[in-house]
């Protein structure tokens, strides 16, 4: 997606990653929303993803995925706009890219 994964540290992982482009909601340990997210890319451990929010790595938060759910975790890294997060539990990313909804047929 024009995307070039390899400049995150993230790639030294070994998990496979779904790149693609989410909006997700920011939840802080209070249950609040605190802001948005742009997942870059997920794969069943964590994310990377690009944020206007200041996180700082070790900060636990939660991330609300579409066809997932709500996912805790800590942020491993975070500079320059962009966080990794590494999930408490593995999540299925395939879930993600299942579409939302009902779709109707043009013409029916």
Do not use: C
Not at 26 to 37: F, K, N, P, W
Not at 40 to 49: D, F, Q, T, V, Y
Not at 76 to 99: C, H, S, T, Y
């Amino acid at each position: 997606m024009g995307y070039d994964m390899e400049e995150e540290p993230s790639t030294r992982r070994g998990a496979t990653r779904h790149s693609f482009f989410l909006l997700a909601n920011v939840i802080d340990e209070d249950g609040s929303v605190i802001g948005r997210l742009r997942v870059r890319n997920l794969s069943a451990s964590g994310l990377m993803g690009d944020t206007e929010l200041e996180l700082e790595p070790q900060a636990r938060l939660t991330v609300d995925l579409r066809g997932i759910g709500s996912v805790s975790g800590t942020i491993a890294w975070a500079r320059e706009g962009k966080i990794g997060m590494a999930f408490d539990v593995p999540v299925n990313p395939q879930q993600a890219l299942k579409p939302v909804g009902r779709g109707r047929k043009i013409g029916q």
